[in-house]
T-cell receptor, first 113, second 111 residues
C-alpha cells in the first residue's frame, strides 16, 4: 500500500464553523506533512510531524491546529477561517524526515464562505 | 532564506524533447527534487539529485550542478499526458525540514 488518503475531498465551510481534515497512511512512515496550495501556486509547507511530534510550524495562524493521534493519522483542525484560507490542502508522508521521497495525498479542496 | 526560479510556461510538440531549467539560491543545500502535478491532482515524485550529475529514469532525466545552483529536468519522447506543471523543490537542511517548492513550470504538449 503506497497510498496517502485524505478526507473529505471537498469541504465548504463558513467562517464560524469548526471542521477537520483527515490524512491517513499505512506505509509505516514516521514523518507527515501538511501543505497548502493556492490556485496556480506551488505547495507551501505548513506543518511537519516526526514520530508523532510537531517538528516544524511554518508560522501558521492558530486558526489551523494540527494533530497527530498516532503514526498513521494526521488531522488538521480548522476554526474561524477566512475566505483567503480557501485552497487545496495536501498531506504528504515520508519514511522519516531525512527520506527524500514524499508521497502526497490527493488533497482536500477547501472553500471558506 | 531561499530563492527558486523556473520558467512559468513552456510548450512543445509530441515526440519532442524539452528541458525545464531551475536555478536556486539556498543555504545548507541537501537535495533537489522534481515533482509533476496534473491540474487538480497531488504532486507525484519524479526525481531526486543531491550530488552533481545526471540521474536518468526512463523518459525523464534530471541534472544537478551544486556549484552553479542549477538543475534541469529533461523529458524525452513527449506525450500528451506529459502536459502538467513541473515543480522544482529544494531541501535545505540535513533534517528538520521539508520541501520548498518553486513556482512551477506549466508544460503544454500539443500534437
Amino acid at each position: 500500500d503506497t497510498e496517502v488518503t485524505q478526507t473529505p475531498k471537498h469541504l465548504v465551510m463558513g467562517m464560524t464553523n469548526k471542521k477537520s481534515l483527515k490524512c491517513e497512511q499505512h506505509m509505516g512512515h514516521r514523518a507527515m506533512y501538511w501543505y497548502k496550495q493556492k490556485a496556480k501556486k506551488p505547495p507551501e509547507l505548513m506543518f511537519v510531524y516526526s514520530y508523532e511530534k510537531l517538528s516544524i510550524n511554518e508560522s501558521v495562524p492558530s486558526r489551523f491546529s494540527p494533530e497527530c493521534p498516532n503514526s498513521s493519522l494526521l488531522n488538521l483542525h480548522l476554526h474561524a477561517l477566512q475566505p483567503e484560507d480557501s485552497a487545496l490542502y495536501l498531506c504528504a508522508s515520508s519514511q522519516d524526515q531525512s527520506a527524500y521521497e514524499q508521497y502526497f495525498g490527493p488533497g482536500t479542496r477547501l472553500t471558506v464562505t | 532564506g531561499q530563492n527558486i526560479d523556473q520558467p512559468t510556461e513552456m510548450t512543445a510538440t509530441e515526440g519532442a524533447i524539452v528541458q525545464i531549467n531551475c536555478t536556486y539560491q539556498t543555504s545548507g543545500f541537501n537535495g533537489l527534487f522534481w515533482y509533476q502535478q496534473h491540474a487538480g491532482e497531488a504532486p507525484t515524485f519524479l526525481s531526486y539529485n543531491v550530488l552533481d550529475g545526471l540521474e536518468e529514469k526512463g523518459r525523464f532525466s534530471s541534472f544537478l550542478s551544486r556549484s552553479k545552483g542549477y538543475s534541469y529536468l529533461l523529458l524525452k519522447e513527449l506525450q500528451m499526458k506529459d502536459s502538467a506543471s513541473y515543480l522544482c523543490a529544494v531541501r535545505e537542511r540535513q533534517a528538520g525540514t521539508a520541501l520548498i517548492f518553486g513556482k512551477g513550470t506549466t508544460l503544454s504538449v500539443s500534437s
